[in-house]
C-alpha cells in the first residue's frame, strides 16, 4: 500500500513539472509608433466559445518600452482555441498554436506585435507646458500694448526714457493747468494770496486729487 501511495505521488508530482506554458509576447504601439506603456492586456473569449474559458482574465501588463507578456498553461487539446487580447477597448484576435510557435522545453512563444487604431492621450505633462506657453504668450502681449499705450503720449514716452513727468495739477482760484509744484508760487505771485494761505490751498488742492485718484 505505502509502494502505491509513492507511485501516485511521483506520477502527480511529474506531471505538474512537464505543464506546458504558452507565452504571448510582443509590444503595443499607437499609429504614430508611440509605444504605449503601462497598459492591461487581459484575454477575453467570445460568446460560447468554451474551449476558451480557462484563459479567460489572465493578462498582463505592458512595460515602459511597451512590451508585454502573457503567460497560459496549455495542454495538447488546445491546440486551435482561439482567444482574444483586449487593450484600452480595442480587440485582437490570436489562435494557439502549439506546431508553427517557437518552442524552449514545456515552453511555446508566440510573438504577437498590437497596434491600436485610437491615437495616444495628450499626457499632463504636455497639458501643462501648453497652457503654461499660453500663458506667457498673453502676459508678454499684455505688456506689449500697455507699452504701446505708453508710448502714444509724451508722458508715456518720458517715462519709457526713464524720466518722470512733471505732475500737472489745476489751480482752484482760475482754473488754470500748472505744474504741481509751482502751485504755491502761482497763488502768492499771480493772485496775491498770503503764503500760509496760499499753502493751505495747495495742500488741499492736492489732497483733493489724492482721493479722486483712489476712486
Given amino acids: 500500500m505505502r509502494a502505491l501511495s509513492v507511485t501516485i505521488l511521483l506520477l502527480f508530482t511529474a506531471?505538474?513539472?512537464?505543464?506546458?506554458?504558452?507565452?504571448?509576447?510582443?509590444?503595443?504601439?499607437?499609429?504614430?509608433?508611440?509605444?504605449?506603456?503601462?497598459?492591461?492586456?487581459?484575454?477575453?473569449?467570445?460568446?460560447?466559445?468554451?474551449?476558451?474559458?480557462?484563459?479567460?482574465?489572465?493578462?498582463?501588463?505592458?512595460?515602459?518600452?511597451?512590451g508585454y507578456r502573457i503567460e497560459l498553461p496549455i495542454e495538447d487539446q488546445d491546440e486551435g482555441v482561439s482567444i482574444q487580447l483586449v487593450v484600452r477597448g480595442e480587440t485582437f484576435e490570436h489562435q494557439i498554436t502549439l506546431h508553427d510557435e517557437i518552442q524552449d522545453g514545456s515552453d511555446y512563444y508566440a510573438m504577437l506585435n498590437i497596434s491600436l487604431?485610437?491615437?495616444?492621450p495628450i499626457s499632463p505633462i504636455s497639458t501643462g507646458l501648453l497652457c503654461g506657453t499660453l500663458f506667457f504668450i498673453l502676459v508678454f502681449a499684455n505688456v506689449l500694448v500697455r507699452t504701446g499705450r505708453q508710448l502714444m503720449t509724451p508722458e508715456g514716452?518720458?517715462?519709457?526714457?526713464?524720466?518722470?513727468?512733471?505732475?500737472?495739477?489745476?489751480?482752484?482760484?482760475?482754473?488754470?493747468?500748472?505744474?504741481?509744484?509751482?502751485?504755491?508760487?502761482?497763488?502768492?505771485?499771480?493772485?496775491?494770496?498770503?503764503?500760509?494761505?496760499?499753502?493751505?490751498?495747495?495742500?488741499?488742492?492736492?489732497?483733493?486729487?489724492?482721493?479722486?485718484?483712489?476712486?
Fill in 117 to 120: 487604431e485610437q491615437e495616444p
Fill in 15 to 66: 506531471s505538474t513539472v512537464a505543464a506546458d506554458t504558452y507565452i504571448i509576447y510582443g509590444t503595443v504601439k499607437y499609429p504614430n509608433n508611440t509605444v504605449v506603456q503601462y497598459e492591461e492586456i487581459e484575454v477575453q473569449c467570445e460568446p460560447h466559445a468554451y474551449d476558451c474559458t480557462k484563459f479567460s482574465g489572465e493578462g498582463g501588463m505592458s512595460d515602459f518600452a511597451g
Fill in 157 to 215: 514716452r518720458q517715462r519709457f526714457q526713464g524720466r518722470s513727468p512733471m505732475p500737472i495739477t489745476t489751480c482752484p482760484t482760475c482754473n488754470g493747468k500748472i505744474r504741481r509744484h509751482l502751485l504755491v508760487r502761482h497763488l502768492i505771485v499771480e493772485h496775491g494770496i498770503p503764503v500760509d494761505k496760499a499753502g493751505a490751498m495747495a495742500g488741499l488742492q492736492f489732497s483733493d486729487e489724492r482721493k479722486d485718484l483712489d476712486t
